[in-house]
């Protein structure tokens, strides 16, 4: 049965508003390529990229179960990254894609044969991880899958193998065109949660009510909770509003006002950005364009991260 996502009333097959509260029904995109189904109005597949068509204007129901982890297509463009607080400025991006859930405790543990997190959940996101754990577990994931690490350390890659006292640390690097794992830039991060290219004006990553997307301060009950289980983004993309902060690459600093294509942060600092809020935040600290900051080594049941991979292919 098809029924309006807004209030639960059932909803006619030929019916484009619900006919008990008047919402306009959610559009259904199919993809002819790889013939998955999601909500929403979509040019291209967030999962292969392949361009799409709406084929109907009702939304089917499922039974609410954390997702798997699939890495979304976010076709790149042009867009104006921040507001008048942060100080609005043009960016251009590439393509890359996204992680649709948080790094659950599950995949970590798997990876990574040891647990961090504090408040235990198979499914519910990883924390108390440092921006060198991110870091580390991306390249474990990626070897492990076969694919060609983001970052080396002088010229390890396996770096769960050295201790961060190594020499070679100083000499730390990402390949940004290999198909492995790494953590989002600030840009790509911001983007990604406005709904990439079609940039809704979206006060949370996917709504303006933080009860729809978000797990923070007033509704969290003082805890983390399983990936996907709130209303994803344009891009299908869960949780990047709440439940715990993200670690990005960058260094931090204030933005530039020039123009810039794919930007990585300050060459030098102290603190990486983390970004989205969490669990204990209010809702400002929630928003798509507050910007938070840590040091590399800290760590916290507020904060974990997200993958993102430059492209899927072999490079």
């Known amino acids: 049965m098809k029924v309006c996502l807004n209030c639960g009333s059932p909803i006619?097959?030929?019916?484009?508003?619900?006919?008990?509260?008047?919402?306009?029904?959610?559009?259904?995109?199919k993809c002819p390529k790889c013939n998955i189904q999601f909500s929403g109005e979509f040019k291209y597949c967030p999962k292969c990229g392949s361009p799409c068509q709406i084929t109907q204007a009702v939304a089917e129901v499922t039974k609410k179960t954390s997702p798997e982890m699939e890495m979304m297509f976010v076709k790149g463009g042009e867009f104006t990254m921040g507001n008048d607080f942060y100080g609005a400025h043009t960016v251009v991006l590439d393509d890359f894609y996204m992680a649709n859930?948080?790094?659950?405790?599950?995949?970590?543990?798997?990876?990574?044969?040891?647990?961090?997190?504090?408040?235990?959940?198979?499914?519910?996101?990883?924390?108390?991880?440092?921006?060198?754990?991110?870091?580390?577990f991306c390249n474990s994931l990626s070897l492990k899958e076969g694919k060609k690490p983001a970052y080396k350390a002088g010229s390890i890659v396996d770096l769960d193998k050295i201790t961060l006292d190594n020499f070679a640390w100083s000499n730390f690097t990402c390949d940004w065109n290999a198909n492995g794992y790494r953590l989002p830039t600030e840009a790509e991060w911001e983007y990604a949660a406005r709904?990439?290219?079609?940039?809704?004006?979206?006060r949370y990553?996917?709504?303006?009510d933080i009860n729809e997307v978000a797990w923070y301060g007033e509704n969290s009950d003082i805890t983390t909770h399983e990936?996907?289980?709130?209303?994803?983004?344009a891009l299908g993309i869960y949780d990047m509003s709440g439940n715990v902060e993200e670690w990005c690459w960058d260094l931090f600093e204030d933005y530039r006002s020039a123009a810039q294509k794919n930007p990585r942060g300050a060459e030098t600092g102290n603190l990486h950005v983390k970004r989205g809020g969490c669990w204990l935040d209010d809702p400002a600290q929630c928003g798509v364009f507050y910007r938070g900051s840590a040091s590399e080594q800290a760590k916290g049941s507020t904060l974990g991260f997200r993958l993102v991979c430059s492209n899927m292919h072999e490079s």
Not at 12 to 29: M, Q, R
Not at 227 to 233: A, D, I, Q, S, Y
């Open 205 to 208: 990553s996917g709504s303006n």
């Open 12 to 29: 006619g097959p030929t019916d484009t508003h619900c006919p008990n509260c008047n919402k306009f029904l959610v559009s259904t995109t």
């Open 101 to 136: 859930i948080q790094v659950t405790q599950s995949l970590y543990k798997k990876i990574m044969g040891r647990s961090t997190s504090l408040m235990k959940g198979e499914n519910k996101p990883v924390e108390s991880i440092t921006w060198h754990d991110a870091i580390i």
């Open 227 to 233: 990936v996907g289980m709130k209303k994803p983004n």
């Open 195 to 202: 709904g990439g290219e079609r940039l809704l004006p979206f």
